[in-house]
């Protein structure tokens, strides 16, 4: 749905709006430090607590510029997306404040738990047969059936824009940052980081954080050229997803190095996390600290932005409960 | 080993000496508000999230306060206690910062990893028989042995008045509070709480907030005699403990009400505070949210501080995986 020659690419004007726009709709979430993976990495970490966000997860920040931008009559014919995510509960959130509809087309498999939540949050939850293909006509027929606007989980200027306000008030609270680390999947979250960076921090290296088993983003990284991930199985849930033209765009300009971590490293860095920070935070959100317990000697010494994404995680099925 | 008659009640300049002193051995930890909890009561709740102290609880507080006020005579014999919970941990880690050696009596069937942690803070840990006569044998020879000073869980007015920098720093932060809850075993975190209520906001009433199976402070309080508990069984194990002289001193003449929540409603409250605040807190600071959504129509309308005392939690055996 887009085309490489007709992409705009958003600039940091872009999220100067968007932080105006979503600000009464979202919490400036706290950064945290912890003595204990301070001694442990040798680093100084600043954990960025978006598990803290409304929704549950930064998503909500891209999900609410899109739905804010809109104008009254585009507003009126509502919002659509697919996705079985954090985005699928921040358009649905974004959409209730707004007080317009979103409809979300998510697979018929997806666990009961996730359609309730976006339910709870106001949204429609339309199943399609769980493949690709019927996940874009359903997504399509609707469009073209109410006029909703897409607004695309990552591949969307106005959510890049609305995700790049996390790192932007990371920026503004903690200076001299020599590295910042935040997860990818699609890469939302990052090419907003890009952004912000660029502006306000330009001597900090952007890592990205990304599972072993879902490593499009590595190898696209090393290939030059963008490569998608086929149906990669791994516990970060929300990492599973691959780039699409914009996100690659910031990430093959602007990313210093892209990291890995396996999926036995990503469950030991989100248990201690949980047991020595005392939050609870999703698979998705440990790959940082998982990559920078692994390559300890990259970050010694150094001050560190830590992207803490999301907080949404079943608790009666816990993965050190399973492995 | 305490008399009555020979009592000291720390006073509210103890709690100004003690917050001096503990000052650099705490985090001041911060002060969370949850937009669903408030929509849920009607209240307006300010949550003082002790699982972000040092050593996950605010027992830190009383146990650095005792430490560090120790002549350098008198801290080179050590610190003891008995305790197989947070205040052991925590009186390992203030011994520890000052540089003396801790010993804790412990019974024999404590769980090893409580056992392990008092280690991991520097702990020394004496195995008893488990029995409290056993217990006290052992603590009193150790005293006899070593000249080691006896720091109580509770009934001793350093620990409370350390505590009382708890609720203090909570006044200071947020005006207008009618309402205080914290939840009670021994009577530590209450007192203190009664020590800085009458000082910094006379007219907040104070709730106490404990475990219908550990009901020991509820009939005392109705009785107008202290009452001792039997070994209750409750998954708030923190406060399993009874009153003692100085901490039923506080009870009886300063609290307003003693509210009780059944096994059921502290996981519940537990459960759902994990889900939507994203925090990581043990089942006994789960205990004044459960009374609070139990007796809704008692905090609607007003402004309630809640004290979150810890997150020492076993996250492999969580309550809602038995129940």
Same sequence: chains 1, 2.
Avoid at 63 to 86: C, I, K, P, Q, Y
Avoid at 111 to 140: D, F, I, W
Avoid at 196 to 203: G, V
């Amino acid at each position: 749905m887009n085309d490489m020659s007709n992409m705009y690419i958003p600039t940091y004007d872009d999220v100067l709006a968007a932080h105006d726009r979503v600000r009464p709709y979202i919490h400036r979430t706290p950064v945290l430090t912890s003595t204990y993976f301070n001694d442990l990495t040798g680093a100084e970490l600043f954990f960025k607590c978006e598990n803290f966000q409304k929704a549950g997860a930064f998503k909500v920040r891209g999900a609410s510029n899109a739905v804010f931008g809109l104008s009254d009559e585009m507003a009126a014919r509502g919002v659509a997306t697919h996705s079985s995510g954090n985005h699928a509960l921040s358009l649905s959130y974004a959409a209730g404040r707004r007080g317009i509809k979103a409809t979300v087309v998510m697979p018929r498999t997806a666990p009961e738990a996730k359609k309730a939540a976006v339910r709870g949050y106001g949204g429609e939850v339309l199943e399609c047969e769980p493949s690709t293909a019927a996940r874009e006509a359903m997504l399509e027929e609707l469009v073209a059936r109410t006029g909703a606007d897409f607004v695309h989980p990552y591949n969307d200027h106005r959510v890049i824009a609305g995700q790049a306000t996390c790192s932007k008030e990371l920026y503004e609270e903690v200076e001299g940052l020599d590295t910042i680390v935040a997860p990818i999947g699609g890469g939302g979250m990052i090419s907003g980081t890009c952004l912000t960076t660029q502006e306000l921090s330009p001597n900090t290296k952007i890592i990205a954080a990304e599972p072993k088993n879902a490593d499009d983003v590595y190898r696209s990284f090393h290939a030059g050229e963008m490569i998608e991930d086929d149906s990669p199985q791994t516990i970060a849930d929300g990492l599973k997803v691959s780039l699409r033209p914009r996100t690659w765009h910031f990430v093959s300009n602007y990313v210093n190095d892209v990291l890995l971590a396996t999926e036995e490293e990503i469950v030991d860095a989100m248990y201690l996390t949980w047991q020595r920070m005392k939050i609870v935070i999703e698979p998705s959100c440990a790959v940082p600290l998982a990559v920078i317990l692994k390559n300890k000697e990259m970050f010694a010494g150094k001050r560190v932005g830590v992207i803490i994404t999301g907080g949404n995680v079943d608790l009666k099925k816990l993965p050190w409960m399973q492995v």
